[in-house]
């Protein structure tokens, strides 16, 4: 697979190799497992010592939520388009786009934060390694320009373009895998041999201990545990972010040795990735969170930032925020030996560096795949709408736009890796409850061919519903308690609108013409053998609920003085999703009474149809006339009708399409109007 071009939906099916499932799972993972190099300190700083109870309450929600979900997405988008396009194919017309464009938005949240935040934690990582403080630059020893150095070089490989990725993600998910592997199993260990620890955990949360602040609950006991962990573990929601990547990659995904393209198995396959993606991160979830979030092997003061008497954080000589050792790096803390406890004799500053080494690479690479996507994703939708500029798709452009917005947000942020972590998770639960919501609404549409079938779409449906339900409740938590994360996506929601709605409009009197189609082999010979012959030379356009065929040509013969002799040929258009951006009707021929009528179905413009036809019939012969009546009404209506809905002051646009397409004015077609 490369990464150094854009994928668009017509270059995927002839360019695409595929590959073993667990292969796909380990480029989906650069995204998905790279997430434990910063949830643990996240967990925590959100939950407390209960991050343990909330991240097994994350765990079922995957599980027995966003696991049934997305399989069922992938067997609905065995092209790869994901939750994004399963809206796109439930809703019609600008609903359905103006929802793409919110998800585009939300999408790019996820994306956009997943680089910078990666970016920020593989600084945290470096920064906190004592072979790179005594040796950095200057210039290296804050976070913010670590990051902003780490954006700039993903920028720039993407630039130059790089092949292989499937292979050195393997490498880089196996190493990272084991490395943490090896530190969750010394943890978990060490708590098998010394059972006093869990038991002083329990004690203390059992206490009303939580290291919180402000726990939303007051109280102690086992329900108070319960209902606490219940309303906080939308805070952890960062853990469940693989699987919309895992079904955006559903095409790469192998399908059978002697049939790669084979859609079923593909399906299958995808399946299989998503369900033992989950189990890994389940298992690498809950154990992380023991050995980080237990106030055990790592104290809790050494996952908080540092603060004064009065409460307010601590600085270094730098201007960087003094943070406990173990924040946005909970497992290196651990790997380089840092705990109170031994856990094993080879952690130290040998194992650590290895680590943080892993863990950089693959936090880097986690944001090479975040780019991968929004290089993918905005060719994918925008400009088959009609709202990109021009240059969005060129790739370089496009390369250096992400990387400059990228620089700009890790500014915003300055860096931080918990500040950034609301928006993260804002982004990855609403594409998480599109997908519950688009999986519901096609299983709706369903028609059961069978009593059984009708029970068991019921007992879907049922799911579905509760399921989204819980989705609904985790994304509204999480934007109740991170707000920012709901600024920072409604500014990229609100950018990708404004950027899209003016595109949209700057682009309406493109030619948008994309070939015609013909509803049957008949209605084809007449388009070449009469239509496109030479004998009619006026077009006239006809609404038939206006006028009869017989009326409209006799006004038209007696106000234009028309002889007989003068062939007319009529064109009734009908227009279909005027939000769809190209045109390409399906025409049939018909007569009637001796008069030829050309009646054009699936338009998305009236104007655009109009003139595309008319400059088809002129390609033969002498330039044709097109008779139309007056058009009525207020100026900014009708120009607003015609963005929107493909009609509106029409003869005006249909003159103006014409020109801009002919440049030879003698064999341009003339627009009456009259």
């Known amino acids: 697979m490369s990464l150094s071009a854009p994928v668009t939906p017509t270059s995927k099916a002839s360019h695409d190799r595929h590959y073993l499932w667990w292969l796909i799972m380990c480029l989906c993972g650069v995204d998905y497992f790279s997430t434990l190099g910063y949830q643990p300190s996240i967990a925590f700083d959100g939950a407390g010592t209960l991050s343990p109870i909330a991240t097994i309450l994350l765990v079922l929600v995957t599980l027995l939520g966003a696991l049934p979900v997305y399989r069922y997405v992938a067997g609905e988008t065995p092209d790869g388009v994901g939750s994004v396009g ?43 390694n004592p072979l ?37 993600a393997t490498v880089l998910v196996t190493i990272y895998l084991g490395l943490t592997l090896i530190i969750i199993l010394s943890g978990l260990t060490y708590f098998v041999n010394h059972p006093d620890l869990l038991s002083q955990w329990m004690n203390a ?17 086992f329900w108070v545990i319960l209902a606490i962990a219940c309303i906080i573990f939308p805070k952890l929601a960062l853990g469940m972010s693989g699987f919309e990547t895992g079904v955006l990659h559903i095409h790469l995904v192998r399908g059978t040795a002697l ?34 979030g237990t106030n055990t092997l790592i104290p809790a003061e050494e996952l908080r930032l540092r603060t004064d008497a009065a409460g307010d954080v601590q600085k270094d000589v730098h201007g960087n925020d003094l943070k406990g050792k173990a924040v946005d790096r909970a497992l290196a803390y651990l790997a380089h030996g840092e705990s109170p406890h031994v856990l094993c004799p080879f952690f130290g500053p040998l194992f650590g560096t290895l680590y943080d080494i892993s863990t950089i690479l693959i936090l880097w690479f986690a944001g090479a795949s975040a780019m991968a996507g929004l290089l993918n994703m905005v060719p994918r939708y925008l400009p088959q709408y009609g709202m990109a500029p021009q240059w969005v798709s060129a790739y370089r452009p496009l390369v250096i736009a992400f990387t400059v917005i990228n620089l700009i947000v890790t500014w915003c942020f ?38 059984v079938e009708g029970r068991r779409r019921m007992v879907r449906l049922l799911f579905f519903g509760l399921v989204a339900i819980v989705f609904f409740y985790t994304t509204i938590a999480n934007m109740c308690e991170r707000p920012d994360g709901v600024v920072i996506a409604s500014i990229f929601i609100l950018s990708v609108m404004i950027i899209s709605l003016a595109s949209r409009i700057i682009r309406s009197n493109e030619s948008r013409g994309k070939g015609f189609r013909f509803i049957d082999g008949a209605a084809q010979m007449l388009w070449t053998d009469i239509v496109l012959d030479g004998t009619f030379r006026v077009l006239v356009p006809h609404r038939p609920s206006h006028h009869s065929l017989a009326d409209k040509e006799r006004f038209i013969r007696n106000k234009h003085r028309l002889p007989a002799t003068v062939s007319l040929i009529f064109l009734e258009v009908h227009a279909d999703d005027a939000s769809n951006f190209y045109n390409s009707p399906l025409i049939s021929i018909a007569q009637e009474n001796g008069r030829f009528v050309i009646v054009a179905y699936d338009c998305v413009s009236v104007a655009h149809t109009i003139s595309q036809i008319a400059l088809e019939m002129s390609c033969r012969g002498d330039p044709l006339d097109i008779i139309f009546g007056w058009s009525k009404g207020n100026p900014i209506m009708l120009a607003l009708s015609f963005v929107l809905f493909g009609q509106g002051d029409i003869p005006n646009h249909v003159e103006d399409l014409i020109e801009a397409a002919t440049k030879d004015k003698p064999s341009r077609p003339t627009v009456i109007v009259g």
Not at 272 to 288: E, N, P, Q, V, Y
């Open 259 to 292: 049939n790669p393209s084979d859609a079923t198995a593909r399906i299958a396959n995808t399946r299989k990735l998503l369900l033992t993606a989950s189990l890994i991160m389940s298992f690498f979830l809950i154990g992380s969170a023991l050995i980080t």
């Open 86 to 128: 399963m809206i796109e194919r439930l809703f019609r017309g600008w609903t359905g786009k103006i929802a793409v464009l919110v998800l585009i938005g939300f999408a790019a949240t996820d994306f956009v934060i997943t680089k910078t935040l990666s970016a920020a934690d593989a600084a945290a990582h470096l920064m906190s």
């Open 132 to 168: 790179f403080t005594g040796n950095a630059p200057g210039w290296m020893q804050g976070q913010l320009g670590i990051a902003a150095f780490l954006l700039v070089l993903l920028g720039s490989m993407f630039l130059k373009g790089y092949d292989e990725v499937v292979g050195v």
């Open 414 to 451: 300055q860096a931080s890796v918990s500040a950034q972590g609301g928006a993260y998770a804002t982004g990855v639960l609403v594409l998480m409850t599109s997908a519950c919501v688009g999986s519901w609404v096609q299983i709706y549409r369903t028609v059961p061919e069978s009593s």
């Open 205 to 221: 949360i059992l206490e009303g201990q939580y290291e919180l602040a402000h726990p939303p609950v007051e109280g102690k006991g």
